[in-house]
């Protein structure tokens, strides 16, 4: 799911680092695996600071003092396609034409055909298994051939075209050019999602933002924003204390179907995408999510509700007040210990729920409990959370997910390459309950899920990862091209972040 950051001040002689930094804090939910920025100064010199880990462990004070420039764009990296390399951090940087830096979140899913085409049809070299490294290169092709001594927004508005026109798949985008400017854009369905944000200056000049979640914006006082639409695309010029950002509909809507997921569980609930509160969807969830329960059980069967934290928490209080029953906090969160789904391998996944969550006893012993998370994906918490339930005395564990079942891959930004990883995949769910070691599992139907999030203007969600249907489909031979390449990393794992690539201004040397 990744998260993109972009800001360009009117003030040139500002320096944006410190700023981006912040940004990054605020998005770091969004992806651990690898943090990067690049900023752009006087005569065009472009800076970077990039590698795997999180912001605060990339971001030292020493490599930020080198990152000069009033305007620059930031990512924060996790994997779903190639490795965990550190090749792979973004943003990409190619130096023609122009010089143009590229974030990307997302996922294309025509990969293997556009890797032919950028090798038979346009001669670039792609150095990693990186689907943003193949975007960015394609946008640059696209650039090219207008073969300008100077690009203008109109030149760029049509290499867009270009991009959209050959990619296949969810992407929210942020860039820069050298010298020239920012750009963002988004997939014509509006899959992943990208704000546009501005900070007005008493002399009417204006610094701007793009970002993956509004709390970002808000929280820096960038308090005028709004979503980009599916399709479109925005072009901030460097000198944007004296010009204005010019927006552009590259491409026709498809459709606008955000994915549901980040409502689930990407998204803090703080944010509000696409016009919709991640805060409210999850307290709906709540609601809903009882309702199901008191459907499928007898509710005096339960004595406490507890949630899963930390995603989970605003639902489950909901569910208990819907139920009527107590909520308590039946597990602590170490807040030393990031989110574990995200984390690149199953080892330290499992490893890492025992030190994230630590059970409280003298909620569990002797109750007949409800747990609630938000989703059941690879079973790697809920098997180990129940199981701790039950080492702590609790007599009877049920346990309920905001979310559908999930049985397929998540092709647009959630390392599911490999379906039988799934805990539900080919299974019902009194299988999945036997599985998990609890008395019954109840999930939410994905109706409801979709009543919780759906507003006026948006009905329809990208719902693949639940049905399997995709609002892009995939092209012949990707999923098994994607687990062939997943089998192969994570044979390599341990040496992946040790390579050393090319080192061709894409180098995370640090
Ligand atoms: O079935 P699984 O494969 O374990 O995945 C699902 C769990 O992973 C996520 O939590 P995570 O620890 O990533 O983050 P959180 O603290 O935001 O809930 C999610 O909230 C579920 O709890
Ligand atoms: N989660 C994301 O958005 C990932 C972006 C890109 N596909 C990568 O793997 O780096
Ligand atoms: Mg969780």
Do not use: W
Not at 79 to 103: D, H, K, M, R, W
């Amino acid at each position: 799911m990744c998260g993109v950051l972009g800001i360009a001040l009117a003030d040139q002689s500002n320096g944006v680092a410190p700023e981006l930094f912040d940004g990054c804090l605020f998005l770091q939910h969004r992806g651990q695996d690898a943090a990067g920025i690049a900023t752009c100064g006087q005569r065009g010199r472009l800076y970077q600071c990039k590698g795997n880990g999180m912001a605060r462990d990339v971001f030292t004070q020493h490599r930020m003092a080198g990152l000069v420039g009033s305007m620059g764009i930031a990512h924060l990296r996790y994997p779903t396609a190639g490795s965990s390399a550190n090749s792979e951090a973004q943003p990409f940087y190619v130096n023609s034409p122009y010089g143009i830096c590229l974030g990307h979140n997302g996922n294309l899913v025509n990969t293997l055909s556009l890797r032919r085409y950028m090798d038979e049809d346009v001669h670039r070299h792609i150095n990693t298994d990186s689907d943003s490294e193949l975007l960015l290169n394609l946008f640059a092709s696209e650039l090219e051939k207008h073969n300008k001594y100077r690009v203008n927004n109109e030149d760029i508005f049509l290499a867009l075209e270009g991009v959209y026109r050959l990619c296949r798949g969810g992407y929210a985008c942020v860039g820069m050019l050298a010298g020239f400017g920012m750009i963002g854009f988004r997939d014509p369905n509006g899959i992943r999602p990208l704000l546009f944000g501005e900070r007005s200056y008493p002399d009417g000049t204006k610094d701007y933002m793009l970002a993956s979640e509004s709390v970002v914006l808000k929280a820096s006082g960038f308090n005028v924003y709004r979503d980009l639409a599916p399709g479109e695309a925005v072009i901030i010029p460097k000198d944007c204390g004296k010009s204005a950002p010019e927006f552009k509909q590259v491409v026709p809507m498809n459709s606008y179907r955000p994915d549901l997921f980040e409502y689930v569980y990407f998204a803090r609930p703080d944010s509000v995408l696409d016009g919709i509160s991640v805060y409210h969807t999850r307290l709906q969830m709540g609601i809903k999510l009882a309702e199901n329960i008191m459907k499928n059980m007898d509710p005096n069967e339960i004595d406490v509700v507890v949630s899963v934290p930390d995603t989970a928490r605003t639902c489950a209080q909901e569910c208990a007040n819907t139920l009527q029953k107590p909520y308590r906090e039946g597990f602590v969160k170490n807040r030393y210990v990031g989110r574990t789904f995200i984390m690149p391998n199953q080892k330290e996944r499992v490893s890492s729920v025992r030190r994230k969550l630590n059970p409280m006893e003298s909620e569990l012993r002797g109750k007949k409990v409800l747990i609630v998370d938000d989703s059941i994906v690879r079973g790697t918490t809920s098997k180990e959370i129940i199981t701790m339930a039950k080492e702590s005395g609790a007599l009877k564990v049920f346990f309920a997910s905001a979310a559908p079942a999930i049985r397929f891959n998540h092709i647009y930004g959630i390392d599911l390459a490999d379906t039988k990883q799934l805990v539900a995949y080919n299974k019902s769910t009194e299988e999945v309950a036997n599985e998990l070691g609890c008395e019954k599992v109840i999930y939410q139907s994905l109706n409801d899920l979709i009543d919780c999030c759906k507003t006026n203007e948006i009905s329809k969600f990208e719902v693949g990862v639940f049905t399997g249907n995709y609002v892009t489909g995939v092209e012949d031979g990707y999923l098994l091209e994607l687990e062939r390449m997943r089998a192969l990393n994570k044979a390599k794992q341990c040496d992946a972040k040790a390579e050393f690539d090319i080192g061709l201004y894409n180098a995370a040397d640090y």
